[in-house]
């Protein structure tokens, strides 16, 4: 099992960026997903998920701007992000089970 993220960058405050997490043997359909991201000198921290039936779950610092959402026909999870904040800015990885994907760096400038 393989989860790689993707879609991270460079974004000045009140812009958007949207994540992929890619899944690769084992169907996200089927399973709960989750986004966590880990800024430097913090503990990591879940963003959100979407469980295998297709509900979604969000931490309060970002409830009302980031989404989660799957397309199950490219095995794929993602995480749209509005409004980003300077805060916002971490490493952002998916994991699902015990499989943690690689992460992918998002930078919010002010």
């Known amino acids: 099992v393989q989860l790689q993220a993707s879609g991270g960058g460079l974004v000045q405050a009140g812009g958007s960026l949207r994540l992929s997490c890619a899944a690769s043997?084992?169907?996200?359909?089927?399973?709960?997903v989750g986004w966590y991201r880990q800024a430097p000198g913090k503990q990591r921290e879940l963003v959100g998920l979407i469980t295998r039936e297709g509900s979604t779950k969000y931490a309060d610092s970002v409830k009302g701007r980031f989404t989660i959402s799957r397309d199950n026909t490219k095995n794929t999870v993602y995480l749209q992000m509005n409004s980003l904040e300077p805060e916002d800015t971490a490493a952002y990885y998916c994991s699902s089970g015990t499989t943690r994907g690689q992460g992918t760096l998002v930078t919010v400038s002010s």
């Open positions: 043997g084992m169907l996200v359909m089927f399973n709960a």
